[in-house]
């Protein structure tokens, strides 16, 4: 079950805000408040809203005119790489543009027709315009999680709810003064892009005929036009507004046909065919305009209703009338909602460069300055410690070493008696036991000895344990057991890789204890290190029973 999300998309003509989460295989919708305005400016929409609910964690879409989406194609490289030529990239445009500008980047998926390099999708939003939603979004109580363009809240939510086949399709979300264009094959994201112009162009053009205001001519667009083929017009009005705004329409047709030849160009695959096209936001309601846009563009026009397959059972039933009422324009809110909420999703977190220093910093930088201040405290106490224990190791050592001699003798003697029975055997097994518990003193001492000469400053050792055991890369076997030393230890980054450190540091430990095997594991992050040493192993020939009966 993902988190709880709040999708915000708001225009010059309407604001919407859908909170929920993605739970199984659907969203669950908690919230919904949408508002309408006929504001002329971002400033003006956030400042007619009253949201019925705090927007928390709020994916905020980003549209027009101060969104760029930008397609590279890049050879396949490590990841740490890509963020570097993607760092040049966004440079290089900030450069030109003369303005900040704020990024974030994700792959396409592989395309078929494209072998050896990847496609990558770059977002650039100018800090103006997310100063705004910023801005409005506090007025309303919210909290910003990120932004996106509006286009892939669409394609997120075509992906989780549209009925999704093995053809291409384009998704289209009309604004009033933009428009945001998908196009997908299957289910991968093949283009997304936010055009100039939407519904704006009808009130214009019935503006201009009328001689009326754009308000009031939005107002003859809804009641009397239609581009309906065929279609009986009422009265004289709603034939001269029907007829006035056929040249707008022409102009979307070829926005939209012109979207499919920029995306052939973009991606390098000239055999690109649409099968059908998708529409919503508040444009799409326009009456007659999918079968206008199927006749214009030869192929099937339908409308987009994502809502079909969305739980909308948390809300009140005037939340859900207003939804049912409004889907069209809510479609890029689900699929932003959805983009933060469902772990699967396709995500760009575009952020300004200070936010996301300070998201940053308390999301990752602070824990590692605490962590490496643990670090300090704990290499100081046990340094001190160690050096403290290194004496009475060695002190042990010594004590143990006049009993390896008082047991190699003994030893030696049980050597002289093995013949003679049983009890011989079992003495000689003591002797044994007796060589290694007093070897593995002198061991951990020549190991302490060596560690405290050859440990890196970044690297600190967690844990020493000193067991009878087996182990064949050791060259100890089953049934032979000699004590083993376990070194257990930890790094922390540094001015040279923990990697690079750890193989020096191996290095000077064989250096130093030749005699020993030794066995390393070095974790794949570097972070956690495993020694196992042995100064013991068995006989390289075993005693044979013999002697005259």
């Known amino acids: 079950m993902g988190r709880q999300v709040t999708g915000v998309d708001v225009g010059l003509r309407s604001a919407c805000f859908l909170r929920g989460q993605y739970k199984g295989n659907t969203f669950q919708v908690k919230n919904f408040c949408i508002g309408t305005h006929g504001a002329d400016s971002l400033e003006q929409a956030w400042d007619s809203m009253e949201v019925s609910f705090k927007p928390q964690a709020a994916r905020v879409a980003l549209t027009g005119r101060d969104v760029n989406i930008r397609y590279t194609r890049v050879p396949q490289v490590p990841d740490w790489q890509l963020r570097k030529l993607m760092r040049f990239e966004v440079e290089e445009v900030g450069d030109a543009s003369g303005a900040s500008v704020a990024s974030d980047f994700n792959l396409l998926p592989d395309v078929p027709e494209i072998e050896g390099e990847d496609i990558v999708l770059l977002a650039l939003a100018r800090d103006p315009v997310m100063d705004t939603h910023l801005a409005g979004l506090a007025a309303v109580n919210g909290a910003i999680d990120s932004f996106a363009p509006a286009s892939l809240g669409l394609y997120n939510a075509w992906t989780h709810y549209g009925v999704v086949e093995d053809e291409t399709v384009m998704l289209v979300n009309i604004g009033h003064e933009n428009t945001d264009v998908v196009i997908v094959r299957g289910p991968d994201l093949l283009f997304a892009r936010n055009l100039t112009g939407g519904s704006g162009l009808f ?8 001689g009326v205001g754009l308000e009031q001519a939005e107002q003859i667009k809804i009641q009397h036009a239609t581009l309906q083929p065929g279609a009986r017009y009422e009265n004289a ?18 926005l939209l046909q012109s979207a499919v030849l920029f995306c052939r160009s973009q991606i390098k695959v000239t055999s690109l065919k649409v099968d059908r096209v998708l529409l919503c936001g508040g444009g799409a309601g326009l009456e007659g305009l999918p079968e206008y846009l199927a006749k214009g563009m030869g192929m099937a026009v339908e409308l987009f209703d994502p809502f079909r397959v969305v739980d909308v059972s948390a809300l009140t039933p005037e939340e859900a009338d207003l939804l049912d009422e409004y889907k069209l324009e809510s479609v890029v809110a689900l699929g932003l909602a959805t983009m933060g909420s469902a772990p699967e999703a396709y995500s760009i977190e575009v952020l300004p460069a200070d936010l996301r220093r300070k998201r940053e910093f308390f999301g990752g930088t602070i824990y590692l300055v605490a962590s490496a201040l643990l670090a300090l405290c704990f290499l100081a106490y046990h340094g001190t410690d160690y050096v403290a224990r290194l004496g009475a190791v060695r002190d042990t050592a010594s004590r143990l070493n006049r009993q390896v001699r008082s047991a190699s003798s003994a030893h030696m003697r049980t050597d002289e008696l093995v013949a003679k029975g049983g009890e011989n055997d079992r003495l000689k097994e003591i002797a044994d036991d007796l060589h290694s518990i007093a070897g593995s003193g002198e061991q951990l001492a020549r190991v302490m000895e060596a560690l405290e000469g050859s440990l890196p400053r970044d690297f600190w050792v967690s844990q020493i344990t000193s067991e ?19 070194i257990e230890g930890r790094s922390r980054e540094g001015a040279d890789a923990p990697a690079v450190q750890y193989e020096g540091f191996v290095r000077a430990l064989r250096s130093r204890l030749p005699e020993m095997e030794i066995k390393e594991t070095l974790s794949p992050t570097g972070a956690v290190f495993t020694l196992d040493l042995t100064a013991f192993a068995p006989p390289a020939v075993a005693l044979q029973e013999g002697g005259e009966g």
């Open 203 to 210: 009130d214009e053009a019935i503006g201009q005929r009328f």
């Open 468 to 486: 009878f055991a087996f182990d064949g890369d050791l060259g100890v076997e089953r049934g032979a057991e000699r004590p083993i030393l376990r």
């Open 237 to 254: 009005n709603a034939e001269k507004a029907s007829r006035c705004i056929l040249g707008a329409a022409g102009q979307l047709t070829s």
